[in-house]
T-cell receptor, first 113, second 113 residues
Framework: DAKTTQPPSMDCAEGRAANLPCNHS???????VYWYRQIHSQGPQYIIH???NNETNEMASLIITEDRKSSTLILPHATLRDTAVYYC??????????????FGQGTRLTINP | DGGITQSPKYLFRKEGQNVTLSCEQN?????MYWYRQDPGQGLRLIYY???????QKGDIAEGYSVSREKKESFPLTVTSAQKNPTAFYLC????????????FGQGTRLTVV
């Protein structure tokens, strides 16, 4: 599985865009990039995923570089409720279709009022 | 509502006792997973199952056992052989394949005294 590298912590002002970077230089051609977030003592929440094109949903945007070696998660208008640990995951398959999510340390994002 | 449910939320056990954590999903997902999370750490895969009556060891299976008798249920037993059982345990489920997100339960915090 490709490993990911994220900054351990980031701060962002409420109402501004939060841009969370992730490096995954060993990603292979068929691996997807997934983002999850975890608020303290809760289960991780799915945010967005992509293969090579940029993706957008109601929560966030995902920008993947052309060489696919890095990506950026964008929360367009951060709120205090976006304070969480954000995990960037490169996902590979286990045998017979089950997916393997390998979690790193993530980025602790703090939204400041 | 569709979702994945873990119970109980908090569990206390004496050292040397086996304990079983419940995980149920009504999302019609084929694959189910168990992860362990220690303070300040990412998630580590214990066991996974992609079909009824079949399951595979993850990265840290020693001291744990599972069963998959029904599609909806994937209980995890923490045995007395697990040397450091105190942790936050998370269950997840998904359809099989790369382009599909996993959904997580809210976790069970196990404390062994």
């Amino acid at each position: 599985d490709a490993k990911t590298t994220q900054p351990p912590s980031m701060d962002c002002a409420e109402g501004r865009a939060a841009n969370l970077p992730c490096n995954h230089s060993t990603i292979s051609g068929n691996e997807y990039v997934y983002w999850y977030r975890q608020i303290h003592s809760q289960g991780p929440q799915y945010i967005i995923h992509g293969l090579k094109n940029n993706e957008t949903n109601e929560m966030a945007s995902l920008i993947i570089t052309e060489d696919r070696k890095s990506s950026t998660l964008i929360l367009p208008h951060a709120t205090l409720r976006d304070t969480a640990v954000y995990y960037c995951i490169v996902r590979g398959l286990l045998i017979q279709g089950a997916q393997k999510l390998v979690f790193g340390q993530g980025t602790r994002l703090t939204i400041n009022p | 509502d569709g979702g994945i449910t873990q119970s109980p939320k908090y569990l206390f056990r004496k050292e040397g006792q086996n304990v079983t954590l419940s995980c149920e999903q009504n999302l019609n997902h084929d694959a189910m997973y168990w992860y362990r999370q220690d303070p300040g750490q990412g998630l580590r895969l214990i066991y996974y199952s992609q079909i009824v009556n079949d399951f595979q060891k993850g990265d840290i299976a020693e001291g744990y056992s599972v069963s998959r008798e029904k599609k909806e249920s994937f209980p995890l037993t923490v045995t007395s052989a697990q040397k450091n059982p105190t942790a936050f345990y998370l269950c997840a489920s998904s359809f099989r394949g790369l382009n599909t997100e996993a959904f997580f339960g809210q976790g069970t915090r196990l404390t062994v005294v």
